[in-house]
């Protein structure tokens, strides 16, 4: 069974630091992996994809990586703000023809001043 | 806006109510998907079109629940005899069925709440 499998489920932090997210999954055969961050009350936004041959992307502040051999995701957000106070998803794809995505809890991060 | 669109944004209806519940996707996107999400977990898939073709369905779509995209644009989602447990935010998300990673991107939701 696909699963998606992500820590922590919840994290406090004063603004300014860094932190790190974590993403384990057993989806095979793998296709790409995404990063999402969700406010509450809205929709899913997409922050990062990455396929089998990336280890590392950036945008922003987030850096995701992704190790295809241990099946393992992080996402390292640097130089917190208010802002970032949200739900992050991690979101893997499977390369099995079948165009459903499968979604982890997500980590609730609170940033706070 | 020329994002995902979902209406209403918000509906409370008492158990046993019919609700529907409406999904535009971006305009050019051919592929659409229904998710539920229930609080503090990611969502769920329910069901998939490709242009009018509804091509997967999840076991999570009981026999209450039917989506439909009749000219292939935008879709309807539609919960007969509504369950206290079908409470949840429902998100809708389009996509491009052309090369590349079929990024889907995501409305803002219709949270319903059965009463």
Redesign the interface.
Known sequence: KNQVEQSPQSLIILEGKNCTLQCNYTVSPFSNLRWYKQDTGRGPVSLTIMTFSENTKSNGRYTATLDADTKQSSLHITASQLSDSASYICVVRSGAGSYQLTFGKGTKLSVIP | DTG?SQNPRHKITKRGQNVTFRCDPISEHN?L?WYRQTL??????LT?FQNEAQ??KSRLLSDRFSAERPKGSFSTLEIQRTEQGDSA?Y?C?S?FGGQG?????????T?LTVT
């Open positions: 995902v592929r998907y503090g977990q990611g969502p769920e898939f998939y091509l997967e935010m998100l998300a996509s990673s079929h990024e889907q991107y995501f409305g803002p939701g949270r």
